[in-house]
């Protein structure tokens, strides 16, 4: 980390600290992406911090399925080609995104915000289970599409003692995931597949 008296501005030095709170970027990292970022045209900066802004104040969570949104319903909550009785269960956004790119599901999504890990001070409470739970109808399949990891795993089996009573099909993906594979980084053929052959949920 460089120290306060290594940096010849303080505006550089404030920025080079809001770069490297980003996660997996150090302050050489920070250091090196701000000196960039000098070199560009104040227009582009504007730009660019002002998209930033916009998502600490413009930015919707749908009110269905807590994907994000710039309306208070997401465009797939809202579009009528999508199967209602299909609702997909994932831990974040960016499955959603995955899953949406691999153009072989037509139904709803879910988002939990994170799956559960005591040991990172994550309970169910922390999640948006309950908001889930307020969707359910009778003759509905749920995907529990989570990661293949031990917390992935209790989180699903968590959401299956939570909903099995509620008269819905529950299905999880195929494994041509691997064991502790996160659908973040599946290519979209294997997650496609895994998708289409999904199979009952069993805990």
């Known amino acids: 980390m460089y120290r306060a008296e290594n940096y010849p501005s303080k505006v550089l030095q404030n920025a080079v600290e809001a770069i490297s709170s980003l996660p997996g970027i150090g302050s ?20 660019l911090s002002s998209s ?33 009785n ?20 037509n139904g709803l999504y879910h988002v939990l915000g994170g ?14 289970i309950r908001e889930l739970l307020a969707r359910l109808k009778p003759g509905m399949e749920i995907i529990l599409a989570l990661s293949g990891d031990v917390e992935g795993e209790t989180t699903s089996f968590y959401i299956y003692r939570q909903i099995e009573a ?3 099909k529950v299905s999880t993906l195929a494994r041509g995931l691997g ?16 998708i289409e052959a999904r199979r009952p949920f069993k805990p």
């Open 28 to 47: 050489r990292s920070a250091l090196r992406l701000a000196l960039h970022l000098l070199k560009q045209d104040k227009e582009d900066l504007l730009r």
């Open 52 to 84: 930033i802004a916009a998502l600490g104040s413009e930015i919707h969570y749908c009110k269905e399925c807590k994907m994000v949104s710039d309306s208070d319903l997401c465009q797939i909550c809202s579009s009528p080609k999508r199967d209602r």
């Open 86 to 105: 299909l609702i997909c269960v994932v831990e974040s956004v960016r499955d959603v995104m995955s899953i949406e790119a691999t153009n072989s599901y």
């Open 115 to 128: 799956i559960i890990s005591p040991i990172n001070g994550v309970s169910p409470s922390d999640l948006n």
């Open 166 to 168: 509620y008269g819905v």
């Open 179 to 194: 064991f502790g594979d996160d659908l973040e980084y599946a290519d979209s053929l294997t997650l496609g597949r895994s």
